[in-house]
């Protein structure tokens, strides 16, 4: 986590950030300069450089954290972006850090996100 405070980042990520994130950049009528900035505000969430990583691989990224209550968040935006984006579980499910990401939290102690991340790997065409 390079920038931004962590505990900064953490009470974003718990307030639903993500999902609001997700909301907007999956809007079609949003512009693709609001949908850039969502994006670098993803990376600073993540604690990443702008720039490095697409905002589906950002979720499979907090997809392998270790708190489940991140998880189920970036599991809640992956859904949301199957759901409202047109053929993306197909083109989710071919990105290694949502592959990754879900396979991690396949394998959590908490039951519930064990069960959302197997439902999602399903979906994802990657079980």
């Known amino acids: 986590m390079l920038q931004g405070n962590a505990a900064t980042r953490f009470r974003l990520l718990h307030g639903r950030t993500l999902t609001s994130l997700t ?12 949908k850039e900035h969502m994006l670098t505000a993803a990376d600073g969430l993540a604690g990443n450089p702008p720039g490095e990583y697409s ?13 489940p209550g991140t998880q189920r968040e970036a599991m809640g935006c992956l859904q949301l972006m199957a759901e409202k ?4 579980a ?13 396979t991690a939290a396949a394998a959590s102690a908490d039951a519930q996100v064990a069960a959302e991340a197997g439902s999602l790997l399903q979906l994802f065409g990657l079980r």
Do not use: H, N, W
Request: include cysteine.
């Open 85 to 88: 984006v047109e053929g993306s």
């Open 55 to 67: 905002f589906p691989q950002l979720l499979g990224l907090f997809c392998s954290a270790r708190l």
């Open 90 to 102: 197909a083109r989710l499910g071919q990105l290694e850090e949502v592959k990754q990401g879900l």
């Open 23 to 34: 909301q907007t950049i999956i809007d079609p009528a949003i512009s693709s300069a609001v």
